[in-house]
């Protein structure tokens, strides 16, 4: 390696190393929890590397254990990581600037409005379909969130200064 590379890559690790205060705690826990749950050191470490967020990992164990099907399982998954969809709502405006194509695997934008109706619809279904088994209410109350914000975005009043 050259000279530029190690000091940058010492720098970026320097960067990153508060970001470990977080990290391991988390990897502890989830660590424990998936082989306190019965999966082997191998299997957690394989769902560490495999299941992009930590709190989809959690979501998911008590399905497992309960040996529940594959596709609610994905589901689950799938659902608790939509979170970043909303995320990505609040760094919309940062991106604006971008051209149609740099913005193309980032997201619809969504707009205030969009998120608060998407949240209320989400509530509305969490209350209704609590006694769902296997957890199939909570996927039910965020699919309802992200369609009912999807539709507000896409054909509630456009926001001021755009036609």
Do not use: C
Request: glycine residues 10%.
């Amino acid at each position: 390696m050259q000279r530029e590379q190690i000091s940058a890559l010492r720098d970026g690790a320097l960067a990153a190393a508060s970001l470990l205060v977080g990290i391991v705690p988390w990897g502890i826990v989830a660590g424990v929890a998936m082989v306190s749950a019965g999966l082997s050191r191998a299997e957690a470490v394989g769902m560490s590397l495999l299941v992009f967020a930590g709190s989809a990992q959690l979501a998911v164990l008590p399905l497992l254990i309960a040996k529940a099907p594959l596709w609610v399982m994905y589901a689950t998954a799938l659902v608790v990581n939509l979170r970043y969809v909303i995320y990505s709502a609040v760094l919309a405006p940062y991106f604006e600037h971008l051209s149609r194509p740099w913005r193309a695997l980032l997201m619809p934008l969504l707009f205030d409005r969009a998120v608060t109706w998407g949240a209320i619809a989400a509530g509305g279904v969490a209350l209704v379909a609590t006694k769902l088994p296997l957890n199939l209410g909570l996927l039910a109350a965020i699919a309802a969130g992200v369609a009912v914000g999807l539709a507000v975005a896409r054909f509630g009043a456009p926001r001021a200064g755009r036609g």
